[in-house]
T-cell receptor
Framework: DQQVKQNSPSLSVQEGRISILNCDYT??????FLWYKKYPAEGPTFLIS?????DKNEDGRFTVFLNKSAKHLSLHIVPSQPGDSAVYFC????????????FGTGTRLTIIP | DGGITQSPKYLFRKEGQNVTLSCEQN?????MYWYRQDPGQGLRLIYY???????QKGDIAEGYSVSREKKESFPLTVTSAQKNPTAFYLC??????????FGQGTRLTVV
């Protein structure tokens, strides 16, 4: 039972445009969410997070939006750059201090020059 | 360079054998983690350790064992009790409560 779902395995976006990566979850007890980025032949690295007390968190070109009623979060990248081409994983936790993350299956983002 | 090193990158094991995957970090992080990734699934937590000489089971700990004798090292042993060990294994570390940096992974194949 996949509690965190990334329904789009891949996404292609023109350079300079907005990339929107989506993530849905089923467990309403999740209250802390994270995005990781993974380049080929490297391990994932932490990108950005959001607590359920917020509906938006911004860090430079990256913004994460959380819609608790829809159990949906999204990562916006504006403007998209070629270096953003990677696999993006969303993850959810039961609380800020909880060690156990539930990961989605990832979305491969390709930025077209 | 600071980082996490997993070795080997590829590992083959005969059925019934135990095998140990290495994970070393020089980031001075207290917390270390082991995840498993299977095709079409997200990363799943096997074990984690928040401090030396202490570790906790994750969601899929059965058939695995770990030790944390040194802050820098968190080896994972895949035992013969693990029924489906062929997978991609990722080690991670963090200064806080959730993994921040991952190694490059070890792909284990049972032959």
């Amino acid at each position: 039972d996949q509690q965190v779902k990334q329904n789009s395995p891949s996404l292609s976006v023109q350079e300079g445009r907005i990339s929107i990566l989506n993530c849905d979850y089923t467990n309403s007890m999740f209250d802390y969410f994270l995005w990781y980025k993974k380049y080929p032949a490297e391990g994932p690295t932490f990108l950005i997070s959001i607590s359920s007390i917020k509906d938006k968190n911004e860090d430079g070109r990256f913004t994460v939006f959380l819609n608790k009623s829809a159990k949906h979060l999204s990562l916006h990248i504006v403007p998209s750059q070629p270096g953003d081409s990677a696999v993006y994983f969303c993850a959810a936790a039961l609380g800020f201090g909880n060690e156990k993350l539930t990961f989605g299956t990832g979305t491969r983002l390709t930025i077209i020059p | 360079d600071g980082g996490i090193t997993q070795s080997p990158k590829y590992l083959f094991r005969k059925e019934g054998q135990n095998v140990t995957l290495s994970c070393e970090q020089n980031l001075n992080h207290d917390a270390m983690y082991w995840y498993r990734q299977d095709p079409g699934q997200g990363l799943r937590l096997i074990y984690y350790s928040q401090i030396v000489n202490d570790f906790q089971k994750g969601d899929i700990a059965e058939g695995y064992s770990v030790s944390r004798e040194k802050k820098e090292s968190f080896p994972l042993t895949v035992t013969s009790a693990q029924k489906n060990p062929t997978a991609f294994y990722l080690c991670a570390s963090s200064p806080g409560p959730r993994p921040a940096f991952f190694g490059q992974g070890t792909r284990l194949t049972v032959v």
